[in-house]
């Protein structure tokens, strides 16, 4: 099946550093990749959609300055936490999708921020 | 808006056990409907998918059928294994629209 990776795959940073978070289609080509925030016993969250060669498209509530979103090929997105902040410490989820209903999911990224 | 609620967990049961858990959906339009699951340190996984009223998914011995009339899309299984041990997560998505809505997550836990 189809292969999404995410790096790192945990993170801890101080506050007010940026965080740059990578995900991957490794088996094939994704116009299409979201991420997703976790809480803690909370269901996922979608924080943005992310096009190949476009901006983003934020959900309401996403700071779109503080979660920079680059999806600069049709295999690699990469979400940047900038100035981060203990409240910033999350379970972050991405997926592809390579065209059809199917999203496929990576394994996540765990942030800290001290 | 669109959401997606499921029976809260944890939720624990011995090995070949009866299991359902429950998701109710709230939508406009006629959304199609998921099971996700995730096993420890993986990232999610369709587990089945419906699309239209009354279709039955099925992946692995689980089930779950698109109930319109009650907005209802349960996960069953008839004798659950300890594999099974996992977090589930039912989802919906609009007609047409990429985005998945989910519900909170239920974690299963099979003893043997």
């Known amino acids: 099946g189809a292969v999404v990776s995410q790096h790192p795959s945990r993170v801890i940073c101080k506050s007010g550093t940026s965080v740059k978070i990578e995900c991957r289609s490794l088996?094939?080509?994704?116009?299409?990749m979201f991420w997703y925030r976790q809480f803690p016993k909370k269901s996922l969250m979608l924080m943005a959609t992310?096009?190949?060669?476009?901006?983003?498209?934020?959900e309401q509530g996403v700071e779109k300055d503080k979660f920079l979103i680059n999806h600069a090929s049709l295999t690699l997105s990469t979400l940047t936490v900038t100035s981060a902040h203990p409240e910033d410490s999350s379970f972050y989820i991405c997926s592809a999708e390579p065209g059809g209903d199917e999203q496929f999911f990576g394994p996540g990224t765990r942030l800290t921020v001290l | 808006g669109d959401s997606v609620t499921q029976m809260e967990g944890p939720v624990t049961l011995s090995e070949e056990a009866f299991l359902t858990i429950n998701c109710t959906y709230t939508a406009t339009g006629y959304p199609s409907l998921f099971w996700y699951v995730q096993y420890p340190g993986e990232g999610l996984q369709l587990l089945l998918k419906a699309t239209k009223a009354d279709d039955k998914g099925s992946n692995k011995g689980f089930e779950a059928t698109y109930r319109k009339e009650t907005t209802s899309f349960h996960l069953e299984k008839g004798s659950v294994q300890v594999s099974d041990s996992a977090v589930y997560f039912c989802?919906?998505?609009?007609?047409?629209?990429?985005?998945?809505?989910f519900g909170q997550g239920t974690r299963l836990t099979i003893n043997p």
């Open positions: 088996d094939f080509q994704a116009t299409t």
């Open positions: 992310s096009n190949e060669g476009s901006k983003a498209t934020y």
């Open positions: 989802a919906l998505s609009g007609r047409g629209a990429q985005k998945l809505v």
